[in-house]
């Protein structure tokens, strides 16, 4: 076998083994507290999307999408155990599935689009995706949501909000999902984009240090041996 050969089955070993790491993360904390961050007890904030983000940065798309099928498929199988729970709409495929899918094209297309800008730093590079990840993430559920549910997702939040007639009338008029999105966004989308744009800052910055300290250290190696090579000649 070829240089070639060994180069394409260390990707690819490497691809599954990123794949199966990510996605037994996004299980766990799926099935667990684990995947929510509570703040003063007043506002939750979801985390559980960010090892999508993350496998998508450090593995590409391919492996991006096995871990946003296992965090969809986990959702719903969530979801159907536990009877519908809270959130009923996720036991629709459409819902706790599809937008999954999408996080990985979005924060992989993303990547590829700023890797074009000679010089930008990786590291901002991937919190920067990570925003867009998570966005998209919001974005798509709540618009599967209000596809499929419409009517019973504001008469919900119309309740969260205050239970008030305005409230139902204006989420239900002109660009309704807009105000939908709106809504969401003010009381948990962009906390959600920040707790990405942080943990995916502090993962991605600490993974670079170590690469550039291992590569550092491999040419000082290299350097010596070197030397020691001229002084035995």
Request: charged fraction near 10%; aromatic fraction near 10%.
């Amino acid at each position: 076998m070829g240089k070639s050969g060994l180069k394409t089955n260390r990707s690819l070993n490497y691809k599954i083994a990123l794949t199966g790491i990510f996605g037994a993360l996004s299980v766990v904390l799926s099935v667990t507290p684990l995947g929510y961050i509570s703040i003063g007890g007043l506002l939750a904030i979801t985390i559980m999307h960010i090892p999508v983000i993350l496998v998508t940065i450090f593995g590409g798309l391919v492996p991006g999408l096995g871990v946003g099928l296992i965090f969809g498929v986990t959702s719903l199988v969530r979801t159907v155990m536990m009877g519908g729970g809270t959130s009923p709409f996720f036991m629709n495929p459409m819902v706790s599935i599809v937008p999954r899918l999408l996080i990985p094209v979005f924060t992989w297309g993303f990547i590829r689009l700023f890797g074009m800008i000679p010089k930008m730093p990786k590291v901002v590079t991937g919190t920067l995706a990570a925003a867009v990840g998570t966005f998209t993430n919001t974005f798509f559920v709540m618009g599967s949501i209000y596809i499929f549910y419409g009517k019973d997702l504001i008469a919900g939040m119309a309740e969260t909000l205050g239970g008030n007639g305005f409230i139902v009338e204006t989420l239900s008029g002109f660009g309704g999902f807009w105000a939908v999105l709106a809504c969401t966004m003010i009381t948990n989308g962009f906390w959600e984009i920040a707790g990405a744009c942080i943990i995916t800052f502090a993962v991605l910055g600490s993974v670079y240090l170590v690469k550039n300290k291992r590569s550092k250290l491999s040419k000082l190696e290299e350097d010596d041996d070197r030397n020691d090579a001229a002084k035995e000649s």
